[in-house]
């Protein structure tokens, strides 16, 4: 089936089978070369523009303050491991292409239930059209492909707005580590008129509590481990797939194009939320909440200290987590990591009361086990989750 071969489609199956080689479940290739030219775009022009070096002398600067900084973390939490996390100042490409191969296992879950054959609503294999069993057949061969164009993109996005490696809660599998994208750090301090220096120091507060947290194997891996059951839960169901293609015209290359559209590919994601994903949802959202809601707690007791405009810097910083286009709603979205201030409010405030009741040393039992994680009621009302420790 090469060049020419009859078929009543038009397709030249050679071209079509190289480019649907992969080495997994999602094309990782795909993937990292779409990260990368998204990353590396003019964010108006969308053309390529080569991305400016990191300042050697500026990251060494950084690194001090981080040593600094994860030296207090370690203090305050009890975690000694904050100690050895990795930092370093790095440009887009290298963040997009460092956060992609972490999040690789969530990645691959989800092309697992985008795998499966499509849920109600498909009809009888018999009754089905040969043209609509082709197009059933070309999407399903497509994923990988399809995957890697989603998850590229997603990434090269969020490389255009991310300070630091945990600005997002991503699940990320890798081991911890502290990356800095200079050249958005700065930007940032400039657009609020806000001491690069202090800037520094605030970042780098909040991003080694989370790289403390995340040094803990068991929270890395729940994370990990939560976010997959989530994705895992997807339902391609058939008459989701048949809205998403019923403009498809498999004669014009621009229409078979756009089955690779990224605002498609939310439209559809939405489209196949399941039943199941309900608690699992809950789940993940209350985890992220305290974890966030902890980092909260110890960059409030720190940076007020260290930094003259704590305040300013971090309310900045939370409008910037906030605020971060369409690319991170699609990835929250996607991953089920859809908080909004009530989620943060909310494990800000359980924190806060487990300290007004027990101090930092009793928040600090949270890393203890996995059985630590408060339950929905102890989250609303931490005294039921002082009790459980046998701390009340």
Request: net charge negative; glycine share 10%; with cysteine.
């Amino acid at each position: 089936m090469g060049p020419g071969f009859p078929n009543p489609f038009g397709f030249d199956f050679t071209q079509l089978m190289r480019m649907l080689q992969s080495q997994g479940p999602v094309n990782l290739d795909v993937a990292r070369q779409v990260a990368t030219a998204v990353a590396t775009a003019d964010p108006g022009t969308g053309q390529p523009r080569p991305e400016p070096p990191v300042d050697p002398d500026a990251a060494r600067a950084l690194d001090d303050v981080v040593r600094a900084a994860q030296t207090f973390v370690a203090d305050a939490t009890g975690i000694s491991e904050a100690l050895g996390v990795r930092s370093r100042s790095v440009d887009r490409a290298t963040w997009a292409a460092e956060t992609l191969q972490g999040l690789a296992p969530v990645f691959e879950s989800l092309a697992a239930a985008l795998g499966r054959a499509p849920g109600p609503g498909a009809a009888d294999a018999g009754d089905a059209a040969p043209e609509d069993a082709f197009v059933g057949a070309l999407v399903q061969s497509l994923m990988p492909v399809l995957l890697g164009v989603w998850s590229g993109w997603m990434v090269g996005e969020l490389s255009h707005q991310a300070l630091g490696q945990y600005d997002l809660p991503l699940p990320l599998a890798a081991p911890p580590q502290l990356l800095f994208v200079a050249r958005n750090v700065d930007e940032f301090a400039a657009a609020w008129s806000l001491p690069r220096d202090e800037v520094h120091y605030a970042l780098a507060l909040r991003e080694s509590v989370h790289g403390a947290q995340r040094s803990v194997p068991w929270v890395r891996e729940r994370l990990v481990r939560s976010s997959q059951a989530y994705v895992g839960a997807y339902e391609l169901r058939a008459d989701a797939l048949e809205e998403q293609l019923s403009g498809l015209d498999l004669t014009d290359p621009s229409s078979v194009q756009q089955i690779g559209n990224v605002t498609d590919a939310g439209a559809l994601l939405g489209a196949m939320r399941s039943e199941r994903q309900g608690p699992l949802l809950e789940e993940l959202q209350r985890y992220v909440s305290v974890l966030e809601g902890y980092a909260d707690v110890v960059v409030e007791a720190l940076g007020e200290r260290m930094v003259s405009s704590h305040a300013r810097i971090d309310e900045a910083l939370r409008r910037h987590r906030l605020e971060r286009g369409r690319a991170a709603s699609f990835v929250d979205r996607l991953l089920g990591l859809e908080l909004d201030r009530g989620h943060y409010e909310a494990g800000l405030a359980f924190c806060r009361g487990v300290v007004e009741r027990a101090g930092m040393e009793g928040l600090n039992r949270l890393w203890e086990d996995e059985r630590m994680v408060p339950t929905r009621a102890e989250l609303e009302a931490p005294g039921l989750w002082l009790a459980r420790i046998e701390l009340g």
